[in-house]
């Protein structure tokens, strides 16, 4: 079991950033080609992929509408997304997400990652 706590949310205007971050609670499940990514759901539409990360090399992967506006990296059992020039749109609930055993072909697959965090609002104001 990997449990994720994370933090960082909050409100921000338009063309601004926001940093979230996502501490496992343990790293050592994880390094069986495990990885931790970050999915968001807007208001009224299902959860997408935003960015994600492996735990063993650093392989990242992005969605392309977050390509250039965000970087993710990890320290640690902690893993951090940085949002930038944040847009109206960009505002949702932010999953952190884990997984062991995941494909780099499968990294932007929501059902490819067995444990989530709670959510973390990011509200961006236009």
């Known amino acids: 079991q990997v449990q994720l706590e994370e933090s960082g949310g909050g409100l921000v205007q338009a063309g601004g950033s926001l940093s979230l971050s996502c501490t496992a609670s343990s790293g050592h499940n994880l390094r069986n080609s495990g990885a931790m990514g970050w999915f968001r759901q807007p208001p009224g539409k299902e959860r997408e992929f935003v960015a994600a990360?492996?735990?063993?090399?650093?392989t990242t992967r992005y969605a392309d509408s977050m390509k250039g506006r965000s970087t993710i990296s990890r320290v640690g059992n902690t893993v951090s997304l940085l949002l930038n020039s944040l847009k109206h749109e960009d505002t949702a609930v932010y999953y952190c997400?884990?997984?062991?055993?995941?494909?780099?072909?499968?990294?932007?697959?929501?059902?490819?990652?067995?444990?989530w965090g709670q959510g973390t609002q990011v509200t961006v104001s236009s």
């Open positions: 997400s884990a997984g062991t055993g995941i494909r780099l072909s499968s990294l932007t697959s929501r059902s490819a990652y067995a444990y």
């Open positions: 990360i492996r735990w063993n090399g650093g």
